[in-house]
């Protein structure tokens, strides 16, 4: 025998809403603590130019897809005051020799805690390739506490020149968000 629970709301003792049912089976949930929140997903509008071959740089992000607690500014997510906890970090950087600039050897990705080198991403090889666009990125669970702040890093090495992040199509993106029940 089964049983049948019909609600359009569940609350805690103290009155506060948990979740929520529109009737049609979409349910909201209204605890932080059953949110993947905070969330951030960032990208590029236009190239980020110029950049020294081989040293690593930091990656600048002027488009927001998703900031669900404003917590990205200035190139950098900072985790909210009461929002300690696990999170899932991404970094994917798309790089381009620049013209004149040579053949691209090897590029690697970091995530930065703090402003120190928290990730290290592997290093990508491009010797045995032909395309001047390559990728690199990095993903990690990190233990963040209110405060902490992440910011990307990149690097290409090249036989001569400078070096582009690319732009188009969220080809470079910084991404993460708290994960529950970790």
Known sequence: MASIIKANQLQDFGGNSILTSDGAGVVTPNASGIKMTPTFMVGKSANQTSITAGSFTKVTFDEEDVDTDSAFASDKFT?????AGKYFIHLDVQMNAE????TATVGSARIYKNG???INGGIVDFRNTNGQKFNANVSAIMDLSAGDYLEGYAELHTSSGNVTFVASNRSTKF???KIIGA
Not at 79 to 83: E, I, L, M, S, Y
Not at 99 to 102: F, H, K, R, T
């Open 79 to 83: 985790v909210p005051t009461g929002q």
């Open 99 to 102: 013209s004149g600039a040579g």
């Open 116 to 118: 120190s080198v928290a």
């Open 175 to 177: 991404f993460g968000y």
